[in-house]
Structure formats: structure tokens, C-alpha cells
Nanobody
């Protein structure tokens, strides 16, 4: 079993920054790709960013590319999402997820463990 605990969400003004963290317990994450997803009210869950098991490969949704950065520290079993230049449309619950594969994946069906989510609210 894997438990994923997100932290770092909160309320921020447009243009501000937040850094989300996802700490895993129960199993080492170093063999698995990881992803950050988000879900806004009334919308489907969407992938924000994904990172390969070794951290060398990353991918981003078009809406966040150039503003967000995903990274990982396998020694700490932690994945991060640095969010800069935040916009009101970034408001959502953000979820960390563990993939079943080593290379980054973009479908939620490729992820088998999920965190409880952390709320990010960006005010205009």
C-alpha cells in the first residue's frame, strides 16, 4: 500500500506562487512516474504535470507550461509542484498520484494511488 499526502495549498493572489509537496509512505516511489492532477468545481479531473521515475523527463498541460514545474526527490520520497504566475483559473483541488509505470503518463487510468487533494485558490 502507498499513502500520498499533499501539502502546500492555500489562498494566493493572482500572480503569486505556491509550492505543493507530496510525501509518500509505504513504498519507495523511485521506480514509478508521478503526476499532479487538478479538478475544479463542475469540471473533470485533468492532468497538470507528470514526471518520470528518474526525474529526467517531464510533461505539462498546455495551460500551465512555462509557469509550473514538477520535480522529485527520490531520497525523500517526495514530489513537488512549483506553481508561479498563478491565475484564477488555476483554482482547483490538486491531487498527487503514483503511476503504475516508470515513464510519465497522462491518463488518470494509468495511476493507481492518489492523495486526498489540497485546495488551491487564486483570487483576482
Amino acid at each position: 500500500q502507498v499513502q500520498l499526502d499533499e501539502s502546500g495549498g492555500g489562498l494566493v493572489q493572482a500572480g503569486g506562487s505556491l509550492r505543493l509537496s507530496c510525501l509518500a509512505s509505504g513504498r519507495t516511489l523511485s521506480d514509478y512516474a508521478m503526476g499532479w492532477f487538478r479538478q475544479a468545481p463542475g469540471k473533470e479531473r485533468e492532468i497538470v504535470a507528470a514526471i518520470s521515475s528518474n526525474g529526467y523527463n517531464t510533461n505539462y498541460a498546455d495551460s500551465v507550461r512555462g509557469r509550473f514545474a514538477i520535480s522529485r526527490d527520490n531520497a525523500k520520497n517526495t514530489v513537488y509542484l512549483q506553481m508561479n504566475s498563478l491565475k484564477p483559473e488555476d483554482t482547483a483541488v490538486y491531487y498527487c498520484a503514483k503511476s503504475q509505470y516508470s515513464m510519465q503518463r497522462y491518463s488518470s487510468g494509468d495511476y493507481d494511488y492518489w492523495g486526498q487533494g489540497t485546495q488551491v485558490t487564486v483570487s483576482s
